[in-house]
């Protein structure tokens, strides 16, 4: 019988897989780097969106952390996941972003002048059902003290490992289990008081 968590054998062949790779860009094929761009670019920017709520403000955050993970990349142990380390960078930068806009103000670049899109009415329905779910999800997200929200969505999110949690927030891995502990349990609580069961 396989006691070995569902994917975990695959991670591990992603993760050798990405291992090589990184080996091989280091070993002087630079233009391999941009296999990296691509695999992680979208996933990175919705990250700093959530961060940030801007989009020009998350497309300038994520071209930076490609440039200083490209910068760092001789340092990269590639016993640990590429992303996480990426992620840690570009939260780095957010929160930097965060800080700077705290001082000198905001104002955001990105247009809401899209055109909109007609949709059939079961995509309507549908669209509806899903908006009331995030919906619920976002009010109860935001009744959550912000480190258990930020464990939450690295952990829920971003699919990050305990380990790289507490990498990413620079805290012991009992402290990420404890806070995730108090935020699912908060999020229950919440999603049940809204009529949604979890």
Known sequence: MNRDPAGTLQETAEAAEEAALIARIAGGERHLYGAL????????WWSC?????????????VQE??????????????AHRFYPWLFTIARNRCLNALRRR?????????SGDDPPVLASREETA???EDAELAR??????????????EAFELRHGEGFRYAEIAAALE???GTVMSRLYRARERMRD?????GVTP
Do not use: I, N
């Open 102 to 110: 705290r001082t000198w103000g905001f104002l955001s670049l990105s």
């Open 49 to 61: 969106l959530r961060m940030l709520g801007d989009a020009d403000e998350a497309d300038e955050v």
């Open 126 to 128: 549908a669209r509806a």
């Open 190 to 194: 919440c999603l049940e008081g809204k």
């Open 171 to 173: 805290v012991p891995e």
């Open 136 to 149: 619920a999800l976002e009010e109860c997200m935001e009744d959550l003290p912000d480190d258990q929200r």
């Open 37 to 44: 761009v691509d695999r992680y670019q979208r996933r990175l």
């Open 65 to 78: 952390s490609f440039v200083r993970a490209w910068e760092r990349l001789g340092g990269f142990d590639p």
